[in-house]
C-alpha cells in the first residue's frame, strides 16, 4: 500500500525558472495539503485541496504560487520566476477526509534556488 | 506569539531513559493533537492522534492531552537510539484542515 508520493525528490533551479512540484496522494485519499519547511523552521501551511476545487489557500503567497489538483493525475504546486527565499523543503499530505482528519505526509521535494 | 511553543531542544538522554517531549498552545479552538517524528532529511512521520483531552497509549508511546492548561506532552519509554529525530507537534481545530506545528524538538538517544 503505497503511502504520498512526492517528485522529483530535489529540484535546483536558477533564479526567475519555475518550479512545478508534484504530490499524489495516498489511495483512497481525496484531500491533498501542501506545506513549506524553512531550514530550522516548523511546517508551515500553504495550501488544502480537494479533487479540482482549492479549499483553503490562507497560507499561500499571494504572488508566484499556485496549486491545483485535477480529476485525473496528481497534485501540482506551481512557483513562478522563483527567487532564493523559495529555497525550501515541500511536503505533501493527503488524507482520507477533511477537517481535524489524521494527515500523512511524504518524502518532500527539496527545491534549491541558485 | 506562536500559536503553538514548543522547546527545540536538543534533548540527549541515555538508552532505555524515559523521554517527555512537551508542547503549549495559544488558541482553544485547537481540538486535535498530533506528534510526528521526522528523520532528517524525510518527511513527518505521524505517531499519535488524540482528541481531547485525556491519555492515548500506543506501545512505547504515550501522548497526553491537557486542555485546560493547553499542554500537550508525548512520552517515550525505554528510548532507542533508533528514537533519535525531531519530534513536531501539531494541531488544528474542527473545523479547519490545516495544521499549525510547533518548531519540533530534535531528540538524541546516546548508547
Known amino acids: 500500500n503505497a503511502g504520498v508520493m512526492q517528485n522529483p525528490r530535489h529540484l535546483v533551479r536558477r533564479r526567475g525558472q519555475e518550479a512545478r512540484l508534484r504530490c499524489s496522494p495516498m489511495?483512497?485519499?481525496?484531500?491533498v495539503y501542501w506545506y513549506r519547511q524553512l531550514p530550522e523552521e516548523g511546517l508551515k501551511f500553504m495550501v488544502y485541496?480537494?479533487?479540482?476545487?482549492?479549499?483553503?489557500e490562507s497560507g499561500m503567497p499571494k504572488e508566484r504560487f499556485s496549486a491545483e489538483f485535477p480529476k485525473e493525475g496528481p497534485s501540482i504546486l506551481r512557483i513562478q520566476q522563483v527567487v532564493r527565499g523559495d529555497s525550501a523543503a515541500y511536503f505533501c499530505?493527503?488524507?482520507?477526509?477533511?477537517?481535524?482528519?489524521?494527515?500523512?505526509f511524504g518524502p518532500g521535494t527539496r527545491l534549491t534556488v541558485t | 506569539q506562536k500559536e503553538v511553543e514548543q522547546d527545540p531542544g536538543p534533548l540527549s538522554v541515555p538508552e532505555g531513559a524515559i523521554v517527555s517531549l512537551n508542547c503549549t498552545y495559544s488558541?482553544?479552538?485547537?481540538?486535535?493533537f498530533m506528534w510526528y517524528r521526522q528523520y532528517s532529511r524525510k518527511g513527518p512521520e505521524l505517531l499519535m492522534y488524540?482528541?481531547?483531552?485525556g491519555n492515548k497509549e500506543d506501545g512505547r508511546f504515550t501522548a497526553q492531552v491537557d486542555k485546560s492548561s493547553k499542554y500537550i506532552s508525548l512520552f517515550i519509554r525505554d528510548s532507542q537510539p533508533s528514537d533519535s529525530a525531531t519530534y513536531l507537534c501539531?494541531?488544528?481545530?474542527?473545523?479547519?484542515?490545516?495544521?499549525?506545528f510547533g518548531t519540533g524538538t530534535r531528540l538524541q538517544v546516546t548508547l
Open positions: 499530505a493527503s488524507s482520507p477526509l477533511g477537517a481535524g482528519d489524521e494527515q500523512y
Open positions: 489511495k483512497g485519499h481525496s484531500h
Open positions: 485541496l480537494q479533487k479540482e476545487n482549492i479549499i483553503d
Open positions: 488558541n482553544s479552538a485547537f481540538q486535535y
Open positions: 488524540t482528541y481531547s483531552s
Open positions: 501539531a494541531t488544528t481545530t474542527g473545523t479547519a484542515s490545516k495544521l499549525t
